[in-house]
């Protein structure tokens, strides 16, 4: 398989591929592992791409791998994929993944603007395709904890049950 351009079609496909588990993605769809793989190779002649239909079915069948595919066409469209949280969870344990995820995607800022890098002061594609991703799950984190809290301001009963019972 070729090198995938970040942020590409063909990349995309990869991620939601190894996501739903390319071999359960042959026994859903009824294609081989060589069509599969045609499918992200952006160097591939023959025509093969992933029908659009195969590619909702996929969304469809795997939940874990729409928003791989939503934060692609986001992007795309010039905006960012956010997830609907539903609002179930610890507020502690949120935290602190907020926190985790905020000091991943800063080290790797820090790292890749760093004089070890090809292009100090900026990002090279490949630094700027790894901070994309720790800022991804910085957001996907953010956003569950204010899922958490949100339903925590709007159920204000809860919180009287919660406090009683001390």
Not at 21 to 30: F, N, S
Request: glycine content about 10%; overall charge negative.
């Amino acid at each position: 398989m070729r090198p995938q351009r970040p942020n590409s079609f063909h990349a995309m496909l990869a991620d939601l591929l190894d996501t739903c588990g390319r071999k359960h993605v042959e026994a859903e769809l009824g294609r081989s592992l060589s069509i599969i793989s045609r499918w992200t190779d952006p160097g591939e002649e023959n025509g093969r791409r992933m029908p659009a239909p195969d590619l909702d079915l996929l969304c469809r069948m795997f939940p874990d791998g729409a928003p791989v595919a939503a934060r692609h066409f986001a992007s795309l469209a010039g905006g960012i994929y956010v997830p609907i949280e539903t609002g179930d969870g610890d507020v502690s344990e949120a935290s602190a993944a907020v926190v985790m995820r905020f000091a991943e995607a800063n080290a790797g800022i820090m790292a890749a603007l760093g004089q070890g890098s090809k292009l100090p002061g900026d990002l090279t594609p490949e630094e700027a395709e790894g901070v994309h991703t720790d800022l991804t799950r910085l957001y996907d984190a953010m956003h569950r904890l204010t899922a958490i809290v949100q339903e925590r301001r709007e159920a204000p009963a809860r919180l009287h049950t919660v406090a009683g019972a001390r």
